[in-house]
């Protein structure tokens, strides 16, 4: 514990969004959301389907342009970056990964390095620390398992495959922030698990702050530090994973009847559902 008198640990304010609302002619995605995130923080962004979650991750990334409010990058408006220079802070995976195109995957990964090329597709080599591009993609191949895939099509490879190729793909990057919009929806239960726990061990070694827009709740407690809970583009919750995700708050935002348990490896709440009354008596009609 620090005494009263050492000094406090100065956090980096990596994003801010202040009084965001983003209008879509009479509709309202978002209103009045304000929020702030530390440099390194894991935030899991949840809700139900149109709660405003990719609207916010679109309006982060400076894909998209609120009605009124501000979104800060590092102190500055999204809007006032050009497009490398964000490219060198921010990073966005959609869900939908990479399409399966005739592209290899070395050229997919080496395709991340965009931001960081001049005009004539050239970078600055800094081979005392390591920065040779090459160096870079060879080393991402291999920590993501890809290198024996490197020069095999990404239409030869499973939907697994091509995910993980992506994440290499924004790993190579090097951005500071990692927007996720739903990366583990068209994995299976080994691939998503896979998936975020290489999310987190990148985290561990570099530091990148990661903001994931999920609907798994249980995989969400298990990663993400803090939690944006949106209801009908407003916040209904704003904190700590442990703190948010309880039996109450989950049945007035999704209007389920939920069971939290405390996970027995780490304790975090994981999620059941309960059947309604009509399906568990099992009297509904039969159709003939």
Known sequence: MKE?????ETRVRALEIASLTRDFGEFHALKNISWSVDE??????IGPNGSGKSTLLHLLS???HPTSGNVLVYGKRVSSYGRKE???LVAVLQQEGLPPVGYTVREVVEMGRFPHQDWFGREKVDKEKGMDPGIITD???????LTDLSDRSLDRLSGGQRQRVALAKVMVQEPQILLLDEPTTYLDLRYQ???MELLAEWRRETGVTIISVLHDLNLTAQFCDDLLVLKDGMVEGLGASSELLTEER???VYGVE????PHPDSGVPQLLLRRSARDVSGQGERLE
């Open 40 to 45: 390194g923080d894991w935030w899991g962004i």
């Open 250 to 252: 989950i049945r007035h």
């Open 193 to 195: 698990l896979e998936f």
């Open 139 to 145: 080393r991402v191949l291999e920590r993501l398992d």
């Open 86 to 88: 964000l490219s060198r």
């Open 62 to 64: 400076g894909v998209d």
């Open 4 to 8: 009263a008198n050492e000094p406090q």
């Open 258 to 261: 939920p069971v939290m348990l």
